[in-house]
């Protein structure tokens, strides 16, 4: 497994997440298997662990448990499943890893890194119909601007979506070499990697459309967890970090306050930690994905 993934902050979100050995957990982000392989070895034969991914290749992972359930779905429809099992009184804990995974980063073929020659793809499920491909070719320009600067905040998203609309009018971009060339104009000196990697990450979230998938996943996962379950969110940039803890918060995503008749607030959960939890400098010296992994942690109110 940690072939596949290296799991981050492992201890501490696995310690934050198990109250009750005997509990009922969801790993929301399968992955590598790597949080869930932790949460099963603390568990006790009376624990239970509902595990989802959408990836084919990490349903591969699967460790021979009879304790756990896995389910091959986008973890937005959480709330669905999870009654669909038979816990209708909601479950003591969810974790989620919001990170890609190294292999989906390190399997050329799937287009998510511009390390390599390769199709345009970036599909978390590989059974989606649209790839980066489609949208590289077939948004508009004004689209393609908006979701760099949101996505990706990308310096001069403007001028990317422009040369590639302009490229394209030669031949579709197709791969990743012929992205890279169609914008190489624009890529600052000496910062041509971190900026790249924020153009990947907006075509990565457009074609997956993890917003919307995290938006979803967040009310779910509240309305699945039992009084007192604890909420248990690792993120990696500062869109998807500004979401959870807004909806820590306020019970939104937008983090506005919502009050009863009384006057109080009506947030589902309430912040365990007021600043994130972030990794060891060890961790990052021997797991450099981790550098910008932020954890939150909250408790069903």
Known sequence: MSEYHTPVL?????SALIGSTS???????????GHSSEILRRLSPEGRLISFDKDSDAI??????????????????????????????GIDGVLADLGVSSHQFDTAERGFSFRYDAPLDMRMNQEAQSTAADIINGYEQEELEKIMRLYGEVDNSRRIAQLICKARENAAIETTVQLGRAIESALPKFAEHKFLAKVYQALRIEVNQE???????????????KEGGKMVIITYHSLEDRMVKNFIKAGNI?????????????APLKAVNRKPILPQESEIASNTRARSAKLRIAEKA
Do not use: C
Not at 10 to 14: A, M, P, W
Not at 23 to 33: L, M, P, Q, S
Not at 65 to 89: M, V
Not at 254 to 266: L, P, Q
């Open 254 to 266: 937008e983090g506005k306050a919502e009050k009863d008749f009384y006057g109080n607030m009506t």
């Open 211 to 225: 917003m919307k998938s995290l938006e979803k996943f967040l009310s779910g996962a509240a309305k699945s967890l």
């Open 60 to 89: 591969a992972n699967r460790p021979d448990d009879e304790r756990l359930t896995l389910i091959r779905s986008d973890f937005r429809w959480i709330h669905n499943h999870i009654l669909n099992q038979g816990y209708k009184d």
């Open 10 to 14: 492992l201890d501490e979100s696995v």
């Open 23 to 33: 509990g009922i957990y969801a790993d929301a982000t399968f992955g590598g298997g």
